[in-house]
T-cell receptor
Framework: GEDVEQSLFLSVREGDSSVINCTYT??????LYWYKQEPGAGLQLLTY?????DMKQDQRLTVLLNKKDKHLSLRIADTQTGDSAIYFC??????????FGTGTRLQVFP | GAGVSQTPSNKVTEKGKYVELRCDPI?????LYWYRQSLGQGPEFLIY????????DSGLPNDRFFAVRPEGSVSTLKIQRTERGDSAVYLC???????????FGPGTRLTVL
């Protein structure tokens, strides 16, 4: 079945770039997403990429997609303490439901 | 405008009891989804409604779980004979249509003692 995997934890210094990685197994994925979850808050969609794209940039966020290797990454430039949260990679195919990874906890220290 | 709301925000119940969790989607959104998030995990899909009908219920873990959306707006997730393993945060999301961005509610934290 479909599976999405992420590393569990990432720690970066404020001002540095963060790179969060994700691998998925479903070759029929049409959209791939990055969500942010802060304590006590709902899931917030950060950005998404269509499966026929290689890259998408949105202000401080850059998404890279390697469809051959089924690898997705999220780069956050100039990481701030407010970026500390859990980041989820998710994919969807024609069935609409989202398949989420286990989440990467990003900790930003001064 | 108002986002997706879920009630109650917290629910504590005893093993074997029946619970109902409510989701109010964004007005006009035809698609509604339920997910379950266990501690330390990502959300897992439970069921998807398009309008009043369940278009995909493949994520419901067993027949103790049931969901309805009788008028195509508010949805209720019903869990019978709750077990301790049902403890999780239950998330609801709505979308203007299928294959569109899903907007998530804050979730209901269910604790089964």
């Amino acid at each position: 079945g479909e599976d999405v995997e992420q590393s569990l934890f990432l720690s970066v210094r404020e001002g540095d770039s963060s790179v969060i990685n994700c691998t998925y197994t479903d070759s029929s994925s049409t959209y791939l997403y990055w969500y942010k979850q802060e304590p006590g808050a709902g899931l917030q969609l950060l950005t998404y990429i269509f499966s026929n794209m290689d890259m998408k940039q949105d202000q401080r966020l850059t998404v890279l997609l390697n469809k051959k290797d089924k690898h997705l990454s999220l780069r956050i430039a100039d990481t701030q303490t407010g970026d500390s949260a859990i980041y989820f990679c998710a994919e969807s195919s024609s069935t609409d439901k989202l398949i989420f990874g286990t989440g990467t906890r990003l900790q930003v220290f001064p | 405008g108002a986002g997706v709301s879920q009630t109650p925000s917290n629910k504590v119940t005893e093993k074997g009891k029946y619970v109902e969790l409510r989701c109010d989607p964004i007005s006009g959104h035809t698609a509604l989804y339920w997910y379950r998030q266990s501690l330390g995990q990502g959300p897992e899909f439970l069921i998807y409604f398009q309008g009043t009908g369940a278009a995909d219920d493949s994520g419901l873990p067993n027949d103790r779980f049931f969901a309805v959306r009788p008028e195509g707006s508010v949805s209720t997730l019903k869990i019978q004979r709750t077990e301790r393993g049902d403890s999780a945060v239950y998330l609801c999301a709505s979308s203007p249509s299928r294959n569109n961005e899903q907007f998530f509610g804050p979730g209901t934290r269910l604790t089964v003692l």
